[in-house]
């Protein structure tokens, strides 16, 4: 609710308010939006090492409710924004843009709030599952429904944020719709810490990304020393558990040919392996689990683009829907230009079981998969609907100014099947993503998957910002504001849309290349004889 509060009704506030341009309050959002989902790394990282889940959650609700509070202190102090003018837009040259220390305070609460954010969101859903046995079938099931809750709450919130907390910032005040957002995540609070004393609290087992660190470092460290021709030579498991060493769980793997470079991690030289550190010495299985995430990197690289697209809808298509004639039918009442996101929401939320119902049942048969489609072709629908909502957009985009200069205003609408369209998309791409990287991260770095699909969200709104401020560089000079004007009548708008799909159907296309190239954990494991631990087959099937 926080996040989806604040970003989808954001830009207007960023123009008519604070009186910036378009492309810098389209790159407030995505900037805050993509730091959000990257600071997850850093709160899985600290929950993985140092704090555990419990106070993570704890410690950094405590500053998303701290960053929340100092927006709703920046909308109600008037030294905190310039003065109002006639412009309601607040493109006019009467209208003053704000100064450093006003968009300092707003950008120290937009950060905080992300901070709070990364770390809230790294570590919920994951000490959910600690509070379950999943060797207990009783335990598995209540997991499961309690996900399906967990879920249907995340929806509640995105609902009442692109609705109920829109409509209040635009018609009771700022000040109120983001008070009311403090007020719940401190009741939240509240609720979370009156349970402490029946929580199930586990031991920390450390961060994948220490693992990757200490194979590169290790790796590179030794890079000169000759490899052995054969890799059962390597220091392995069964070496660290002669020694005695706790093994953390792990299992040992086959040797790989892959990036052969990383082998070296595992060589011994003349230092006892007794003595040596993680930072010197790494165990193959270790290296290889390393190797496993390196070979989904092309993957992870290709899904990026898909939220790029999806940026522009809380940017991008909100200023679009502030222009349009929201009235519903003759009632008088307003749609919220950022409510049209709730489009998007329900377009996931229907997909979903769409899928389940309808789509899963004839891909099974067609293609003989019993889950259906396999995680990489989900993602490809979603990369292709993707590419096709942006088109759809600048096609509605180039009718909408045409209708524009012959002064009509069209219907709000017509806005529809861009949100649709992405939305399925998201939902396609979502399911995909986090079921290929469950499925194929290591059973050691099971956290790293949920890092992966984050870091790819928030790569994919950084690269948006990149892309907003190099159009809006190239394109706008002189008296002309490019693509990206400030007044969107005045802009092509409707172009920036069809770049974006051309670059999106490159992605695809190197997409299906290392998505064709790419063979999954269980056939490599069934080629080598060994089969999936039961609760990575459960993870398969999911």
Not at 65 to 92: E, H, K, Y
Not at 115 to 123: A, D, I, R
């Amino acid at each position: 609710m926080t996040t989806l509060g604040i970003a989808v009704n954001l830009v207007p506030y960023m123009t008519g308010t604070m009186h910036l341009g378009s492309a810098a309050s389209a790159n407030t959002v995505t900037n805050f939006i993509g730091t959000s989902f990257m600071l997850c790394l850093l709160g899985g990282f600290i929950a993985d090492s140092y704090l555990g889940r419990y106070l993570t959650i704890a410690v950094f609700s405590a500053v998303q409710a701290t960053g929340v509070m100092i927006l709703t202190i920046s909308t109600v102090a008037p030294g905190l924004r310039p003065a109002a003018c006639g412009d309601a837009t607040g493109q006019s040259p009467d209208c003053v843009p704000a100064n450093g220390t006003q968009l300092g305070v707003l950008y120290l609460g937009l950060y905080m709030t992300a901070l709070g954010t990364g770390g809230l969101k790294s570590s919920v859903s994951g000490f959910g599952s600690d509070q379950f046995d999943e060797s207990d079938d009783g335990e598995r099931k209540m997991m499961m429904r309690f996900f399906n809750w967990f879920y249907f709450f995340v929806s509640i919130g995105a609902l009442l944020a692109v609705t109920v907390l829109v409509y209040v910032q635009d018609n009771v005040g700022r000040r109120w719709g983001y008070g009311v957002v403090a007020v719940g995540i401190l009741c939240g609070l509240g609720v979370f810490l009156s349970g402490t004393r029946k929580y199930r609290f586990k031991k920390l087992v450390g961060s994948p990304l220490t693992q990757v660190a200490t194979v590169t470092a290790a790796a590179w460290r030794k890079r000169s020393l000759p490899l052995p021709s054969d890799p059962s030579m390597l220091y392995d498991v069964d070496n660290k558990a002669a020694a005695g060493e706790d093994l953390k769980g792990k299992l040992k793997l086959p040797h790989s040919k892959e990036c052969r470079f990383l082998d070296h991690a595992a060589v011994v030289d003349r230092e006892s392996p007794a003595a040596a550190s993680g930072w010197t010495l790494c165990t193959r299985t270790d290296v290889e689990e390393v190797k496993q995430v390196v070979r989904m990197l092309p993957i992870w690289a290709t899904t990026i683009m898909f939220w790029t697209i999806h940026a522009q809808m809380t940017t991008f298509a909100v200023e679009q829907a502030s222009v349009m004639n929201r009235a519903i039918g003759g009632s008088g009442f307003l749609i919220p230009a950022g409510s049209l996101t709730v489009f998007l929401i329900g377009s996931i939320l229907l997909t979903v079981p769409l899928y389940d119902r309808l789509v899963a049942p004839v891909a099974r048969r067609v293609t003989g998969n019993p889950h259906g489609l396999s995680p990489l072709q989900r993602v490809f629908v979603g990369l292709f609907l993707s590419i096709a909502g942006m088109a759809a957009a600048a096609l509605i985009e180039r009718y909408r100014l045409t209708e524009s200069a012959d002064g009509v205003t069209l219907t709000v609408f017509l806005l529809m099947p861009q949100f649709l369209l992405v939305g399925a998309g998201e939902a396609f791409t979502y399911m995909g993503q986090l079921d290929f990287f469950l499925r194929e991260c290591p059973k050691g770095m099971k956290t790293m998957s949920t890092g992966l699909f984050l870091s790819t969200c928030a790569l994919g709104f950084f690269f948006s910002t990149l892309i907003v401020t190099i159009v809006h560089k190239v394109t706008g000079h002189g008296s002309n504001d490019g693509w990206l004007a400030n007044n969107i009548d005045q802009g092509r708008l409707d172009y920036f849309y069809w770049l974006l799909a051309v670059m999106s159907g490159i992605n695809i296309v190197f997409f299906t290349i290392a998505a064709r190239g790419y063979v999954y954990k269980e056939k490599r494991m069934a080629d080598a004889g060994i089969e999936l631990a039961d609760e990575e087959a459960m993870i398969v099937g999911h």
